[in-house]
């Protein structure tokens, strides 16, 4: 479902172009620095949709369960077997809060004894799983250099896999340094704090030879009426099979050029930048929301409802966060941008959006939202995504709000007070519950399909407004 409030011309999406992006500084720039999330987690919740905290497990309990954990250990380097014991020991290492009930347990001890992706590790595809799993503040959406030595290649195999002559790979354009991908950043920051067994089988799944991910949702979590989740599940193109009219099998995978990313990683990763498995999820995400046509190589995109070759816009970006989390997220639209790229106001009062972002984080739900940058005259220049994951009250009752942000270099969170951030606001992601007393929203998808591409016909060639 998508709320009204939708920008009339588009103006916000998720994409750089030819700018530089504009960075909203934190306001506390001694936010602790997060060595382990497993270790020191923010805030302590009960994983969505299972039990209360006090029946989480963390005592290996069969025979299977304890020769599993072994095989690990002894694969691991004395960092990586730090990280394992903590999640054993916080009840994340045999959560089983997956698509497929499977624990993260089983799906790392897959990761090592079943065959990985050509050119894929098996061990570094451990490592990396298990350290974002510890720690889900390394996610990055910085794309990694591709060595000279292997450029050549690289162009020559993308030209072989493209169905298009004109797909704009050259030595030039897969040297991406400002990467469109914050939502999906942003999005599998999400999935690895909040679902780790799914995190954990995402990993294992698209670093298998078959390269993608089988998840089965249910159709209400797109839209009110089966057939609207099914039109829906067309426009963006997914594979899908059906065995009735609630739910339905979906195959996420990333564009072909993903894996020559990710192999790339495998060997040559610099620090701070993507892990290989930051490659797979991302491109897997970009792919989703941009209707099956992102390319890894070029962070470009085309697709029916972006006027933009970055990003997601964030009717794209609600989609793919409810098909990946297989909830009714709606996107609200707080600002009120006019043709020009300006904000002019506002759809609700500060109060009410502030509500909404407790009420989420309340029920354990984190909020990526996308704030905006603009100039003196209130021009808007530049966007970003990032999640709050939690709010603290200083003894003036003000509110700081703690987040993560996938395009800083720091590996933990960061804070920023609400006078800096709400009105910067533009949309955020949220659950049905919490907003459907406040706002109006559009009848079903298709209405909101239909609203942006009226938007998209009348609207004049917008610079881009998002520097993930």
């Not at 997956?98 to 595809?125: E, H, P």
Request: aromatic share 6%; glycine share 4%.
């Amino acid at each position: 479902m998508y709320s009204v409030g939708i920008s009339k011309n588009n103006i916000y999406t998720n994409s750089v172009g030819n700018n530089q992006p504009v960075k909203v500084e934190s306001e506390n720039k001694s936010a602790p620095a997060q060595t382990s999330y497993a270790q020191n987690p923010i805030r302590q919740t009960a994983f969505r949709g299972e039990a209360p905290i006090s029946s989480i497990r963390t005592t290996l309990a069969t025979k299977e369960e304890k020769d599993k954990y072994s095989q690990l250990v002894a694969n691991l380097d004395k960092h990586d077997r730090k990280n394992l014991e903590v999640l054993l020991k916080n009840g994340i290492l045999l959560n089983a809060d997956s698509n497929d009930k499977s624990s993260t347990l089983d799906s790392l001890y897959k990761i090592l004894s079943t065959q990985r992706a050509a050119g894929l590790d098996n061990k570094m595809v451990l490592k990396e799983t298990i350290n974002t799993i510890a720690n889900p503040f390394v996610i990055t959406q910085r794309f990694g250099d591709i060595p000279k030595q292997y450029v050549s290649e690289v162009i020559n195999v993308a030209h072989k896999n493209s169905k298009s002559t004109e797909d704009g790979v050259n030595e030039k354009t897969i040297d991406v340094r400002n990467s469109g991908a914050c939502v999906a950043a942003s999005i599998e920051f999400n999935l690895a704090k909040q679902m780790p067994a799914e995190f954990a089988r995402f990993a294992e799944q698209l670093s298998s030879p078959n390269l993608a991910v089988e998840k089965t949702i249910q159709l209400k979590n797109l839209a009110n009426n089966s057939l609207d989740s099914v039109w829906l599940l067309n426009a963006f193109e997914i594979p899908y099979k059906m065995d009735d009219f609630k739910s339905a099998k979906l195959t996420l995978a990333p564009d072909k050029n993903a894996i020559m990313r990710a192999q790339i990683q495998n060997s040559n990763k610099d620090k701070l930048e993507r892990s290989l498995v930051d490659v797979l999820m991302q491109s897997t995400f970009m792919n989703v929301g941009s209707q099956q046509s992102y390319n890894s190589l070029t962070d470009i995109r085309k697709g029916k409802f972006n006027q933009n070759d970055k990003g997601l816009i964030e009717f794209e970006k609600t989609f793919t966060e409810s098909i990946v989390e297989d909830r009714n997220k709606i996107s609200v639209t707080y600002q009120i941008v006019d043709e020009n790229a300006k904000l002019v106001g506002y759809e609700t009062d500060f109060k009410t959006m502030k509500k909404h972002i407790l009420d989420s984080l309340s029920m354990g739900e984190n909020v990526i939202i996308g704030y905006t940058q603009t100039d003196d005259k209130g021009i808007i220049i530049n966007g970003h995504e990032i999640t709050i994951i939690g709010a603290k009250e200083g003894k003036d009752g003000k509110l700081t709000f703690i987040c993560n942000d996938t395009d800083d270099d720091k590996p933990n969170a960061i804070e920023y007070s609400e006078d800096f951030l709400l009105p910067k606001i533009h949309h955020a992601g949220l659950p049905q519950k919490v907003v459907e007393k406040d706002v109006q929203f559009v009848d079903n998808w298709v209405d909101g399909i239909n609203a942006y591409k009226n938007a998209k016909e009348q609207a004049p060639a917008q610079a881009p407004t998002q520097a993930a």
